[in-house]
């Protein structure tokens, strides 16, 4: 499994790519975005990847 990081999906093959015509809009959505707090928490992965082990 490599190394994942949150700007490891920019190195990823680009399989269907939506248009953003306004950069600096994608960026500040982007800055707004890294300030909420994660989806899933770290403890709940490692939890998860214990039960699939």
Known sequence: MSAWSP?????????Q???YPDAAHLARVEQ?????PP?????????LRRQFA
């Open 7 to 15: 700007e490891s999906w920019r190195g990823k093959p680009i399989q």
């Open 17 to 19: 790519q939506p248009q």
């Open 32 to 36: 707004t975005l890294a300030g909420y």
């Open 39 to 47: 989806l899933v928490f770290a403890g709940e992965a490692r939890e």
